[in-house]
């Protein structure tokens, strides 16, 4: 047996001094991200201390979550209909489509509350090394999407590192070929920061997306 | 407290807030480590550990065969592919490829660490993604020990220098003559010629030659099992790159 295999059966094993469920629980917490073995020993320590029914709606949410959510059919983001609630809105501007890795990219920029179009969620970036070609992403759809749906503007909102970067690069040269304009998020100094403090990529990138006054 | 300058060669989310990272250093080599609060905008990393940037970065380095734990990061470059160029973003993944499987943890190489930078800079400017990518792949080879023999036969000790063409015998690490060479060998042939070439190639102090765009399928034919040969298996970015 390996060493990785026996830490495994190691730190999994049900055995518990309260029983084999107080195990198989703790077990279940620990696989949850930012979650280690004395952190999910207190959480089922909770649920064992709370009352029956604050436990099983904790259950119950978590069993209707993974019943009633999938993903939105022209969007991808998640919904609990065919399709979501940002591309069912008919205030929304359809022709205007940012493209997002993940579902929490579109939470995060509705949050800021400015943009009135719709969003393309491609389900993750490109990274050829990690073995995330163009296959794996929901490149396609939106290709359909443009072609089909008389979109004007394609916003890339992948993440700023080289593989959302690269991703966008991609997607550029792909839209290329279409009748629609493709623009990026803007990048640079924080507002509230000081030029000070700012690293020389920060103000490069400033520099060049300098806008008129 | 180590300090160096190193490039990252791979980067995997670890939790919400922590990364581990490969890069490779110029004064230690591969190391890989765990950089707590690594993809926070703010704190000791500041955002500078994204794939292919270069970084002063300061680790601790542990005794056992756990992960370092990096503790800061300075970026001193990011990685910026050639105006709209996919070759020139793949190159740099194949960069980061070939470090990443050809070299070993804790084991210098100064001489390539300033070639794969120089790589990534030249993949960053209008250079030809194809000469720039030789050149690394050549000076891999020859910094890990596992350059072929190109200026001679390997089984007569004939020297490459006339006209003649020369079969590549990947296993045995080198070039074999047309009087050496067995029809059940089946290797790829090259000419004297190329093989010179390539030996220019291998030379990280030589300026880099014009590849004639007809020579290429053949220098490929030579260095992509070479590369293939010393990593077991073929690069992944292999596939996305057009020689």
């Given at each position: 047996m390996?060493?990785?295999d026996m830490?495994r059966?190691?730190?999994?094993t049900?055995d518990?001094?309260y029983g ?6 703790i077990?279940?917490f620990?696989?949850l991200?930012?979650?280690g073995r004395k952190s ?7 649920v064992l ?6 436990a099983?709606?904790?259950?119950d949410?978590i069993?209707?979550v993974k019943?009633?959510i999938?993903?939105c059919?022209l ?5 609990e209909?065919?399709?979501?609630s940002?591309?069912?809105?008919t205030?929304?501007?359809?022709q205007?489509?940012?493209v997002?890795?993940q ?9 800021a509350g ?9 389900g993750?970036a490109l990274?050829?090394?990690s ?7 929901r490149i396609?759809?939106l290709l359909?999407r443009v ?6 503007e394609?916003?890339m909102?992948?993440?700023?590192t080289?593989?959302g ?5 991609f997607?550029?040269?792909?839209l290329?070929e279409?009748?629609v ?6 990048r640079?100094?924080a ?7 700012a690293?020389?990529e ?7 997306g300098?806008?008129?006054? | 407290?180590?300090?160096t300058?190193?490039?990252v060669?791979r980067?995997a989310?670890?939790s919400?807030?922590?990364r581990v ?18 993809r926070?905008?703010?704190g000791p990393f ?8 270069t ?7 542990k005794s056992?065969?756990?992960?370092d734990l990096l ?7 990011r990685f910026?592919p ?7 973003l793949y190159?740099g ?8 499987g050809?070299t ?5 190489h100064?001489v390539?660490?300033?070639?794969a930078?120089l790589a990534l800079?030249?993949?960053?400017g209008d250079a030809?993604?194809?000469s720039?990518?030789l050149r690394?792949e050549m ?5 890990i020990?596992?350059l072929p023999?190109?200026?001679?036969c390997?089984?007569?000790n ?9 079969a590549?015998?990947?296993?045995a690490?080198g ?6 060479q ?5 290797s790829?042939?090259i ?8 030996s220019r ?8 030659p014009?590849?004639?765009p007809d020579?290429?399928?053949e220098?490929?034919r030579?260095?992509?099992p070479a590369i293939?040969h010393?990593?077991e298996?073929r690069?992944?970015?292999l ?5």
């Open positions: 390996r060493l990785t830490a059966q190691r730190f999994e049900t518990h001094p084999e469920s107080v195990g198989c629980l077990n279940e620990a696989r991200p930012g979650i999910a020993e207190r959480l089922a320590h909770h201390s709370c009352s029956g029914e604050e099983l709606g904790l259950a949410a069993r209707q019943e009633s999938r993903y059919t969007c991808f983001n998640l919904t209909d065919e399709l979501c940002i591309c069912r809105d205030r929304r501007n359809q205007v489509v940012c997002v890795e579902p929490r990219d579109i939470v995060s920029l509705e949050a400015v943009f009135e179009g719709v969003y393309h969620v491609l993750g990274a050829p090394l073995g995330v070609g163009p296959e794996q992403l396609e759809p359909r072609r089909s749906e008389g979109v004007t394609v916003v909102a992948t993440n700023p080289l593989e970067d690269g991703t966008a690069l997607l550029s040269n792909l290329d279409l009748p304009s493709v623009t990026r998020l803007a640079g100094i507002s509230g920061s000081v030029l000070e403090f690293n020389r920060m103000l490069a990138d400033a520099m060049r300098r806008q008129t006054f | 407290m180590e300090k300058e190193a490039v060669i980067v989310d670890f919400e807030t922590s990272v490969t890069l490779f250093s110029r004064d230690f080599g591969k190391i890989a480590g765990l950089a707590k609060g690594g926070r905008l703010k500041e955002a500078a550990l994204d794939l292919l940037a970084c002063q970065i300061v680790f601790l380095r056992s065969a756990s992960l503790t800061e990061a300075k970026l001193i470059s910026r050639y105006g709209r160029s996919l070759h020139s190159g993944y194949y960069v980061a490829e070939l470090l990443s050809l070993e943890d804790y084991d210098p100064p390539l660490y300033d070639q930078i800079q030249r993949l960053a030809d993604f194809r720039v990518l690394f000076a891999l080879l020859r910094e020990g596992q023999a190109l200026d001679f390997i089984t007569c004939t020297p490459v220098g006339d006209d003649r063409r020369f590549f015998w990947v296993s690490g070039l074999i003559c047309s009087h050496c067995r029809p059940e060998y089946g790829p042939t000419t004297a010629d190329a093989a010179t070439l390539l190639f291998s030379d990280p102090n030589s300026p880099i014009d590849i004639p020579r290429l399928p220098l490929r030579v260095v992509t293939c010393v990593l298996h690069p992944k970015m596939r996305f790159l057009p020689f």
